[in-house]
């Protein structure tokens, strides 16, 4: 008999693929957007940069990069209150984090001006 998984990580897996998707739009505040964007395509172009990538595909490749970081920002809270979080609240938690990571990465800390 085949185990299903719960709602609870279905729900994650979810939410999970919704920040990845928000992770590729550009957030419209400040001069670079926000510094949680901004973080995470200067760490992407660094781990390029270390792998010696050609420029040409450093920007497509950035871009990937940066949300696979976004992502996995995101994931790493929400995996620990998922394990750890009261069973009743689990849900309530995920959304929660999901709508403050969002709110977090598109309104917050507006940059002054780019690198």
């Known amino acids: 008999m085949k185990k299903r ?6 729900l994650l ?4 693929a919704v920040v990845g998707w928000s992770s590729l739009q550009t957030p419209r ?8 964007y901004l973080l995470y395509r200067i760490y992407a172009a660094r ?24 992502v996995l920002v995101f ?3 929400a995996v620990v209150w998922l ?9 309530a938690g995920i959304l929660g ?6 709110v977090l990465y598109f309104f917050s800390f507006p940059t002054v001006d780019c690198p």
Do not use: D, E, F
């Open 83 to 91: 394990k750890t979080g009261p069973r009743s609240l689990r849900m």
């Open 47 to 70: 781990v390029l940069l270390a792998l010696n990538i050609p420029s040409i595909q450093m920007q497509a490749i950035g871009v990937g990069i940066a949300t696979l970081i976004s």
């Open 5 to 10: 998984p719960s709602v609870h990580l279905i």
């Open 29 to 36: 505040i400040g001069r670079c957007g926000s510094a949680l």
């Open 97 to 102: 984090w999901t709508v403050c990571y969002l």
């Open 13 to 16: 897996v979810i939410c999970a």
């Open 75 to 77: 994931l790493a809270p």
